[in-house]
Nanobody, 119 residues
């Protein structure tokens, strides 16, 4: 298990931007870099869905609903993963969770951060 701390959620108007952060302050560098990192969101009454992921080799993937608007990135020195969200829409509203998945398939989750986009 990797200890993860999220921050950066909030209330924003449609068309606005937010940046979410997910820190792994206790992780050693090899643990941080070897894990696949992802951001999930869960809207009210819906299942949790993967919106962006970043593999250990630097490859990224995005759900169709956020492609071109969201960017996942990382800072190894700060042991932090980011989700830059632009052109936000009301349907982006939900609780966003950071996820680390080890090479063995073990999942670690952040506490979640609320993002609310008003129309």
């Amino acid at each position: 298990q990797v200890y993860l701390v999220e921050s950066g959620g909030g209330l924003v108007q449609a068309g606005g931007s937010l940046r979410l952060s997910c820190a792994a302050p206790r992780a050693i560098l090899s643990t941080f870099t070897s894990n696949t990192k992802g951001w999930y969101r869960q809207a009210p009454g819906k299942e949790r869905e993967l919106v962006a992921s970043l593999n250990y080799d630097g490859n990224t993937n995005y759900s169709d609903s956020v492609k071109g608007r969201f960017t996942i990135s990382k800072d190894n020195r700060k042991r932090t993963v980011y989700l830059e969200m632009n052109s936000l829409k009301p349907e982006d509203t939900g609780v966003y969770y950071c996820n680390f998945r080890s090479q063995y398939g073990h999942d670690s989750w952040g506490q979640g951060t609320q993002v609310t986009v008003s129309s």
